[in-house]
């Protein structure tokens, strides 16, 4: 017998157990009494009143929401580097993945047409923040950008130029110019959010114009999301998708508690966005200085387990664990050791690594600082004086080893080198590689000239170069005196590069 008929007898028989018990006792009435007809089940209750002014309620809030904040809310275009583009492209699996699931007509309307990879263009979302025309938008959606322009609701479009990013917390600030007043957003204070309030998202998901969708907090605090470097992320289940990306997260009075950021791509419902408390003080510093300046302390830290508490004598709460000391660091002045266990610092105990780094990056560079360290099982005090954080390209090339600065490979001039490469100095830095395209190359320095002075001050350490350059504003420019080979001698000016 096909195994089909069984099922069906199966099911059938199945059905009749469940019938017979109640047949059974409808038969002996029937034999003892005329047959009734059953009663019409009664209807539901109408809504309390009460319910539909609470639901009528929560309706007009949302829709009150969204007609205040929508209009501050901007579309964000970018056109791509050619090497952004050939990065970001997805392979043939991933876009044949990206057909199965959306299905073919989606996938052509939104992925295909929308935003054509040939094109190189990226779209994302951002909110006016600043009646002067200041946009804050994440970093991601414009660091690969060659031209931006900002669409808002009423269909004006505007060239929009970057005044600053900050990729260490996603964020980025651009400036438009218009000759009447600009919608802006008004922001609240992420600091009072409670887990289960209520918020709303408005974006450009997948190019669909200012769409709005709700949900509740459902975390604070969120860390080791692997997004930035300091990271306390609003969990959110609120509909987050690609093009949500620099819009707001508002509460239910209309004001902006966060910025929109990331999904779990793995996972529906858990979306995050950046608390504008912390976004409010990194627009603060894109606007003034075009870059955001955080303190330093120069080690490699580390979050203690329970083996290494108990080899270090300390709780496993108690702080983080000093894995290296960088050379020539504030750290390393005030007297900090590898194997030291941080406590506190500041004044406030110190819970993590996060916690730590958050912590110090808010201290004013220069300024001293306590800090209190568990040393072969004691605590001690210490005052460490805070340095400038480096720049992520002067940290990458101490880590590499190497001595690049604005796209010049450096080293200490010596009289060898000074010979091979014809040159009568002594004394200054030698050019031994220049990156394509970089600060260095448009001022036209070469491979073999010698930096001489750097803003008519004598020059012969790479560190101090560097240290110098850090110093400088996105555009600023400083004349720099060279010695070319066979002794000629020129200033060029160097341009610390816009972000």
Do not use: C
């Amino acid at each position: 017998m096909p195994s089909h008929s069984l099922r069906r007898r199966g099911l059938a028989v199945v059905l009749s157990l469940a019938v017979l018990p109640l047949a059974t006792p409808s038969l002996v009435v029937a034999q003892s009494r005329p047959a009734e007809r059953p009663a019409a089940p009664a209807p539901p209750p109408p809504p309390s009143p009460s319910s539909q002014a609470i639901l009528r309620a929560l309706e007009d809030a949302f829709v009150s929401v969204a007609d205040r904040a929508t209009p501050s809310v901007v579309n964000v275009s970018v056109k791509l580097k050619p090497e952004a583009v050939q990065e970001d492209a997805p392979s043939p699996e991933l876009e044949e993945r990206f057909r199965e699931f959306f299905g073919p007509e989606l996938f052509e309307r939104f992925f295909r047409k929308r935003a054509p990879r040939e094109e190189g263009r990226a779209a994302g979302s951002g909110v006016i923040v600043d009646p002067r025309g200041f946009v804050l938008t994440n970093n991601h959606v414009v660091e690969n950008a060659t031209a931006i322009e900002v669409r808002l609701s009423d269909d004006r479009k505007f060239k929009a130029t970057l005044v600053g990013r900050d990729a260490r917390t996603d964020l980025a600030v651009l400036k438009i110019d218009s000759p009447s007043p600009l919608p802006v957003a008004d922001l609240g204070d992420s600091d009072k959010l409670r887990v289960g309030q209520w918020v709303i998202a408005i974006g450009n998901p997948f190019g669909l114009d200012r769409t709005v969708t709700a949900g509740i907090v459902s975390a604070t605090g969120r860390t080791h999301v692997g997004v930035a470097t300091y990271e306390a992320f609003i969990q959110t289940d609120a509909s987050i998708n690609p093009g949500n990306s620099g819009g707001p997260l508002l509460n239910l009075d209309g004001r902006v508690i966060g910025i929109n950021t990331a999904i779990v791509s793995s996972g529906q419902g858990i979306g995050f966005a950046i608390p504008i408390t912390m976004a409010r003080d990194i627009l603060t510093q894109l606007i003034a200085r075009g870059r955001v300046v955080r303190g330093w302390l120069g080690v490699v830290i580390q979050d203690l387990t329970p083996e290494l508490a108990a080899g270090f004598g300390v709780k496993e709460d108690a702080g983080v664990l000093v894995a290296e000391v960088m050379k020539d660091s504030p750290a390393g002045a005030a007297g900090l050791r590898p194997g030291d266990v941080i406590t506190d610092f500041n004044g406030g105990k110190v819970k993590d690594v996060t916690d730590l780094q958050k912590r110090v990056a808010a201290v004013e560079p220069g300024r001293a600082t306590p800090m209190t360290v568990t040393r072969d099982r004691t605590p001690t005090t210490l005052s460490v004086k805070v340095g400038e954080q480096p720049s992520d390209e002067a940290m990458a090339a101490a880590e590499n080893g190497s001595e690049s600065v604005l796209g010049l490979t450096l080293e200490p001039l010596t009289p060898e080198t000074a010979r091979q490469n014809r040159l009568t100095m002594r004394r200054g830095l030698l050019v031994t590689e220049v990156e394509p395209g970089s600060a260095g190359a448009e001022a036209g320095i070469k491979p073999g000239d010698a930096i001489v002075e750097v803003n008519r001050q004598p020059d012969g350490d790479v560190a101090a170069f560097q240290k110098l350059v850090a110093g400088l504003t996105p555009g600023q420019s400083v004349p720099v005196y060279l010695q070319r080979g066979g002794g000629r001698a020129e200033y060029v000016m160097l341009t610390a590069p816009r972000p």
